[in-house]
Structures are given as C-alpha cells and as structure tokens.
C-alpha cells in the first residue's frame, strides 16, 4: 500500500493514503462480486485486475488530483473530501486501463518487476494446457480487463462528482482527460510507423505524445479536474494547467531516460525496453540529430536505425551509441528547464492580486515536481 512520504505525515495538504487503499479496496470487492456473479470462473481472471491497482503504483494522479482540490479551496476532510477519494480512485482504475493495454501494444514482458498481466495469463493458460494459442489467449483477457477497469472509472467519476454538485463542471474535464490519453496513445503508434527520416520533425512529434500521452492525463489534467470539482477560480486552474503541463512533460523525458538507461532492478523493467519496443522518443531524436550531423558517425546513425525496434536489437549497442552523443545532456537540460517553467507557474497572482495556488499548495506541488522529474523509476 503507498503510504504519505516519511516525513509528511497527513495533515491534509498530502492526500491519505489509507482511504484512498480503503475506497480501492471496497469498491473493487464490490465489482469482483458482480462479475463472480455472471460465473465464479471469471473471479480468477478479475483477480488480476483487483492486485494489479491494489499494489503498486505511484498514486501521482491522486496525489495531484488532491492538490487541485485544496488550491481551489476544497476542505482536507469531511464528506467533499470522502467524495474526492471517490474520484481519486478513478483515475487509478484509468491508469490501470492504460496500462494493460500499453503493455499489450509494447509487447511488455514485465510490468513493476513482475510478469505483465497478458504474460502471466498466457503462461497459467500454457501451464494449464486449457487453450490452444496461449498468448492469444492472455491478450483477449488483458484487453477486457482494460475495458472492465475503464467502464468503472465512469461509475467511480459520478460517485464522487455527484454529491459534490460538480458533476455539470467536472466532466468535461474528465471526457477530455480520457480522450487525449487515447489519442496520445494512437498518436504514439502513428509517429512509431511513420516514415519520417527528419530528426527535428521527430522530435516535434515525440514532444506532442509527451504532452498527451502522459503530462495530460498524468499531471495537468488530474490538477484540472481536482480544481474543477472545488470551483476553482480561473486564475488558479490557469496555472495550475500550466505547471501540469510542463511538470508532465519533464515526467515523460525523465521516463525517456530511464527507459533506456533505468537499472532494471529499480525500474522492474529490462534495460533498453523501449529501444526494443521502438519509442519514438525526444532522446531518440537529439541523439540521431547529432549522429547526422556528424560525417564520421554515419556508421553509428546506421546503425542505431537498423537496431531501434527489433527484438533482437543489442541494447548495450545501442545505449552505448547514444550515450556517447549529448542527448542526454541535451535532455537533462529540458527537464530543468520545463521544470523551472512549471514552478514558476505556481507563483502567479490571480487578479485579486493574492497567489493564485495558497501556500500550503504551492510547496507540496513543488515537492511533487523534484520526485516526479529526478525520480530513479
């Protein structure tokens, strides 16, 4: 279970994670009965999905969905802040969706140091002998299981909105939410098969992805809606986004780096997975852009193209070419910059002339941004 960080116990400005635990936990043993109820056979498919959002996880989108709700003057306690919980909850069941579906589509062998869910059916199924293409088989289960996890998302929204008299406010922020990930995604697999050869036009499209696939619906979009449900001002939604958008963005450049350069005992994930898988990345690009520049490095450009996306690829290659390029740096850099453009969003005035994001807010998103952005996993 997470738990606050040490040394911040709650004391309202951090979300509790007990109730958050408590609110999962219940509301999953709820639907794993309703679907035990179509035919006890499927409850061990739904347990999957039941551990998959119980244990683990950063619990960013909650955490952040919290502050949006105290920036925009929402109380740390009492019923709104139970119905907040309801809505915190959601974006982990959202997450979840992502997820299985993102490693289906990564042909992801592991996620958060275990086997991925569409894996670990594949192999009960191989090990059972009960189906005859195995891996079919855990890619159908995994798939539903998003679409289960995605359906009560929905439910979990309106339990939460609801009673808060937010709903009419909220949603559009919650249909937005749930369609730019998407579209993030699908835009993700557009720029993977794309036969553009231009590094600066690669790196606009990988800039793009960032900005929907992950700083959206990890970031800004959580703040949006957590504001939206308190009644925000406009001044404090304002830039609230524009810390989310920018914090999310260095988010997904850090994850770039540790896709490829992550240690694998931390990360759960193996080294070099995303140049097996064939991300498009901002580190991609910079990288391929210096090589091109270079006349004497055609050969390295030659080869970090062939091996980018096959499963044979030499990762150690690979990550030896471009961490002998200034990529890294170059990326390093974009994140202190996105990052120092973030934190200075937080310090804007309203027009009340008083600080659009309190105090008590302000520090803990400032807090938020250094783990989100200089984290090892």
């Given at each position: 279970m997470n738990r606050p960080e040490p040394g911040l116990p709650h004391t309202g400005r951090v979300i509790d994670a007990d109730r958050l635990h408590a609110v999962i936990t219940a509301e999953l043993a709820r639907r794993r009965a309703d679907v035990a109820a179509v035919d006890p056979r499927l409850v061990e498919d739904v347990e999957l999905l039941v551990?998959?959002?119980?244990?683990?996880?950063?619990?960013?989108?909650?955490?952040?969905?919290?502050?949006?709700?105290?920036?925009?003057?929402?109380?740390?306690?009492?019923?709104?802040?139970?119905?907040?919980?309801?809505?915190?909850?959601?974006?982990?069941?959202?997450?979840?969706?992502?997820?299985?579906?993102?490693?289906?589509?990564?042909?992801?062998?592991?996620?958060?140091?275990?086997?991925?869910?569409?894996?670990?059916?594949?192999?009960?199924?191989?090990?059972?002998?009960?189906?005859?293409?195995?891996e079919h088989h855990g890619v159908s289960v995994a798939i539903l299981l998003g679409d289960l996890a995605l359906a009560w998302c929905d439910d979990l929204f309106l339990a939460g909105a609801l009673p808060l008299g937010a709903a009419r406010?909220?949603?559009?922020?919650?249909?937005?939410?749930?369609?730019?990930?998407?579209?993030?995604?699908?835009?993700?697999?557009?720029?993977?098969?794309?036969?553009?050869?231009?590094?600066?036009?690669?790196?606009?499209?990988?800039?793009?992805?960032?900005?929907?696939?992950?700083?959206?619906?990890?970031?800004?979009?959580?703040?949006?809606?957590?504001?939206?449900?308190?009644?925000?001002?406009?001044?404090t939604i304002a830039a609230l986004r524009t810390y989310g958008t920018d914090i999310g963005v260095a988010f997904q450049l850090r994850d770039d780096l540790l896709g490829v350069f992550g240690d694998p005992a931390v990360t759960g994930k193996p080294a070099g997975d995303d140049l097996v898988e064939g991300k498009q990345t901002v580190l991609l690009a910079l990288a391929r852009a210096e090589l091109g520049r270079a006349p004497d490095r055609v050969g390295e450009l030659a080869d970090l193209d062939a091996g980018v996306g096959r499963a044979d690829a030499d990762t150690e290659k690979l990550t030896a070419i471009i961490a002998g390029t200034g990529a890294v740096g170059a990326v390093e850099r974009r994140i202190a910059e996105l990052v120092g453009r973030g934190l200075a969003a937080l310090s804007s005035i309203g027009p009340n002339g008083r600080s659009a994001v309190p105090d008590p807010v302000h520090e803990r998103l400032a807090d938020m941004a250094v783990a989100a952005t200089a984290r090892r996993r």
């Open positions: 551990e998959f959002v119980t244990d683990g996880g950063k619990r960013l989108r909650p955490q952040f969905l919290w502050c949006g709700w105290l920036a925009g003057g929402g109380a740390a306690t009492g019923p709104d802040a139970d119905a907040v919980l309801q809505v915190a909850a959601a974006l982990e069941l959202l997450q979840a969706c992502a997820l299985l579906h993102d490693d289906i589509i990564d042909r992801s062998q592991r996620r958060r140091g275990r086997p991925s869910t569409h894996r670990a059916v594949a192999k009960r199924a191989a090990d059972a002998g009960v189906a005859a293409d195995p406010r909220a949603a559009p922020v919650w249909r937005a939410m749930r369609t730019e990930v998407l579209a993030g995604q699908l835009l993700d697999l557009a720029v993977t098969v794309s036969a553009e050869v231009d590094p600066a036009a690669q790196e606009r499209d990988a800039m793009r992805v960032n900005r929907y696939k992950t700083a959206a619906y990890t970031i800004e979009r959580p703040l949006h809606l957590g504001a939206a449900l308190a009644g925000a001002a406009p001044a």
